[in-house]
């Protein structure tokens, strides 16, 4: 084989696949240049001056490194990762380092093993990490909980990546035994250290961990690539630091940002793509493109020392898009190992989806009374403030209750019973309810309205196996059950946006703060590793202090 | 460990060493930051607040990331490898490619493992590369050969670092049977292309090759990177390309270049240093400090893979100059693995050096008459024109022999009688003859000289052992005797630079073109892998042609 690919860089053979005449991206002096583009088997073999048994006509043409999403669960997009893969590598992404967090959190090892099984023959390198933080903390009750040891024998059973992020910095900072043990499981080790800084980000760092995703300054940027991160510049659906970010990133420290999505909706991912998406709002925000383009492809396997793949020169592994533009926006045709697996948007490969039945039925929960839900508004009490376009809420203190809404997290996998409460500003819901059955990290189910009778007919509706509900003046008016888990549905992706559209178009019915997106805004109402209060189903919690701002 | 090391970066303990209120190098942004620098065991804590078991006041001072020379011969400097270390780790270098190509060709395994031993213990990482090409070509006759079987053992045996500099690359392009095993031998594998590009190029690299240290311009340099080589910008003693190729770094490009000395005479090691060296002519071309920083440090660990090393960041390893400047040109003292190894200048570390007496005695020629260094001189000839600061040469016309040097070319390992001659124009030598047994890359005996007595007596003057001889009018008037494989003087350093003296001293008495370095010319003109024309023992050699002019 590398006989054969000499033999063709050299001019003595055809190669298996020549684009004729192309722009071809230089990620390594951030140029375009131009050429024949040789492929043989899975490798190029060059850009120069090349014959091919099939030739791919490139005139005008860009090719560009396929792309690298280097953090995503795939569980936001809430459809089965096969399902996602067929909406994502048309678009030209091919490498994706993928944390199963969401489902580890619910169904442990075997949500795991079905992620992995249901992307098997994709083609697409998905590395899948394992999640580092099952449950998220020591607060949270999730489905399973994954200790060191677990963490240690995943990895080595079904050879994953790395260690997922990181999230119990404290747990990190403190040398806490068991997350030492989880350190201890891996040489690739994601992070995440939203406003961590200082001497605190030296003592993270010195537990190996080698990535952030939760900057959200340029200074916070800085002084993390400064200290030797890879800073992952994030643009989700609900969490978009790219504008913000861009700033940090020049010529010189380039090589040190990456790009990922972390959360994305299915609309977002069909419409506007992932990590295309990153690099068309960079070039908006006036990076060149082949900067852009960079940032989205060789510095991803670089960062995660992967040789030989994310750029077109000699040896390379032949992961590469043919494109309108040169920023890889008007992606026409995706070549991954040599093979063309996509053209025009559409995929031209199978997928074998994994049997997610066992996965189905969830949800156990103790009958849900009225009561169950009700919670007394005390004047000057601490409620939990939410602001469109961040996950980071703030505790304020309410002296009425007339505009907030209620909320609850009901325990969702034990039957324990319990139940969390506590009032949120800024939601503004009137007349109804939503529910859902993802709710950062554990997972639990979180209702918010303005009335018991609305919350509690919601809570029935998600029914053993979970979803999305709507509930308007006592009637269910939107649903999209997810299966899988309680956080996938096992639709299409076709079906699942449309039935997704009409619970959208149900929300709209609805009053309430129009600038949220609500089930996304929602879910990481729960997540008490992100500042500043957040709801579980012990109480209300304040992230800071770690600890509860009261119980119930 | 970690632990210790995160409870040290936390904060809650003392470091063992602190360098306090330092300006350190930030070779990930490209800019100098502020603060304490903590050490614990040989790794880097963090740069920020702290208190140390011992402090080093660092105020005025700049803290950099150790250097990293990417390629280098310890046999150019003559002097035993741990000499070599003690002259170079003082100046801040203690990281070394170091392939021992030179030895090999004279003495095969038994010179790589001599070299090995001599630097253990010694603090520096020194990664010793299997030698590619034992003999160069299959032209050359050296004291050895070294197969593809023969590197496969010998980079398993001892655990070398990858393969040394492929100079063959018609070997590679031409999918030579037993070059491609060589290449399957290792996953690191420098390269040695010059002037090699285009189709030819790309068939190079799908053999693997990672480096390139033979840029001679800028354009060369460019193609290069942009189909994935780190280019070594090389600034030996002889051979000095950093002031053409400083010209392709930019600020976008600059982690794929990397320093290296390649070959460089003691007293240049010791009066200007090595990669220190490369550094301040990178400066002085305009180029900023810490750019020219990151290149002697971080670029090369990246390049080769080595994780967390070269930068001073939490995690990484402590191997760090603290120095009087930000360009690392006056190193006051030199950590390597968090411990002090150096200190204005001098080594703190002993040395065991290894018994080299097996590799004196490595000159088995016969004995030599004036007559077999004869050669007649016919009008019309081709001669080899040589120039100053470069080791090409070009096939010129001669038509008298006045103002040209006879050459010879002795085949000194296995008593063959083979000589091959021709004429020099250039060197202007009157006189007298400067003989050697260093002659890359076979290492046989080269002599120069405007008379047949007095070449015939600097052969006879090197002896059994070897070494460099200096002629004038019947008298030996400078000698360095190079015991260890004909190569290196057994000599410490000191003693070498002092006898070095008086032979160039000897030299300087000649006449001759002084803008050339006679002994380091002389020794490349018989490396038939440099263009144009060279000389070994069966006569003139046309590289291009890769063909002999003449034979005799």
Same sequence: chains 1, 2.
Wanted: hydrophobic share 40%; aromatic share 6%.
């Amino acid at each position: 084989m590398p006989k054969n690919l000499i033999d063709v860089a050299a001019g003595r053979k055809k190669a298996d696949l020549v684009i004729k005449n192309a722009t071809v991206a230089d990620v390594f002096n951030g140029v375009y240049m131009h050429g024949d583009v040789a492929v043989v088997g899975d490798r190029i073999a060059g850009v120069g001056k090349y014959d091919g048994e099939t030739e791919v006509d490139g005139t005008g043409k860009y090719v560009i490194p396929a792309f690298y999403d280097a953090h995503l669960h795939f569980e936001s997009v809430m459809v089965r990762p096969s399902e996602y893969l067929k909406l994502a590598v048309p678009r030209g992404v091919t490498a994706f380092n993928a944390d199963p967090h969401e489902i580890a959190n619910v169904c442990g090892e075997a949500g795991i093993e079905f992620m992995i099984n249901d992307v098997a023959g994709i083609p697409a390198d998905v590395h899948f990490m394992m999640p580092s933080c099952v449950p998220a903390t020591g607060e949270d009750m999730s489905g399973c909980v994954l200790d060191g040891d677990d963490v240690k024998r995943i990895i080595a059973k079904y050879g994953l990546f790395g260690l997922g992020e990181m999230m119990n910095y404290p747990g990190v900072i403190g040398c806490d035994d068991d997350v030492l043990k989880k350190l201890g499981a891996a040489e690739i080790i994601d992070g995440h250290a939203p406003n961590v800084g200082g001497n605190a980000l030296n003592a993270y760092l010195c537990g190996g961990i080698l990535t952030d995703h939760e900057c959200e300054s340029v200074e916070e940027a800085l002084e993390k690539t400064s200290k030797g991160m890879f800073v992952l510049i994030r643009e989700g659906s609900q969490t978009r630091n790219l504008k913000t970010l861009i700033k940090a990133v020049n010529k010189r420290n380039l090589r040190r940002f990456l790009f990922c999505t972390d959360d994305r909706n299915i609309e977002d991912l069909k419409n506007m793509g992932s990590i295309g998406n990153a690099v068309r709002l960079a070039v908006e925000c006036g990076m060149e493109p082949i900067d852009a383009v960079t940032i989205a492809s060789l510095n991803a396997y670089e960062a995660y020392g992967i040789k030989k793949c994310g750029a077109i020169a000699p040896g390379y592994t032949a992961n590469f898009t043919v494109c309108g533009d040169d920023a890889a926006q008007k992606v026409e045709k995706v070549y991954y190992r040599g093979k063309l697996v996509a053209e025009n948007g559409a995929p031209l490969f199978d997928v074998k989806p994994a049997d997610a039945k066992p996965l189905y039925g969830s949800v156990h929960i103790k009958k849900i009374a009225e009561r169950d839900l009700d919670f007394e508004f005390k004047p000057g009490m601490t409620v939990m403030r939410v602001s469109p376009d961040t996950v980071v809420t703030e505790a304020a203190t309410a002296t009425k209750k007339d505009g907030l809404n209620l909320m609850c997290c009901i325990e969702r996998h034990k039957k324990s019973g319990a139940i969390g409460h506590c009032y949120v500003d800024g939601f503004r819901l009137k007349g109804g309810a939503i529910a859902q059955t993802v709710g950062h990290d554990a997972h639990n189910i979180t209702v918010l309205g303005d009335n018991t009778r609305d919350m509690m007919l919601a809570v029935n509706e998600l029914g053993a196996d979970g979803g999305l509900v709507v509930v308007k003046d006592g009637e269910v008016i939107g649903k999209l059950p997810l299966e899988i888990a309680g956080l996938m549905t096992d639709m299409p992706a076709d079906a699942a946006i449309a039935t997704r559209k009409k619970l959208l178009a149900a929300l709209e019915r609805m009053d309430y703060n129009k600038q949220i997106e609500p089930f996304m805004l929602l879910s990481f109402l729960t997540l008490i590793v992100i500042p500043d209060v957040k709801l579980n189903h012990k109480g209300l919690f304040s992230v800071d202090k770690w600890k509860y701002v009261y119980n119930g």
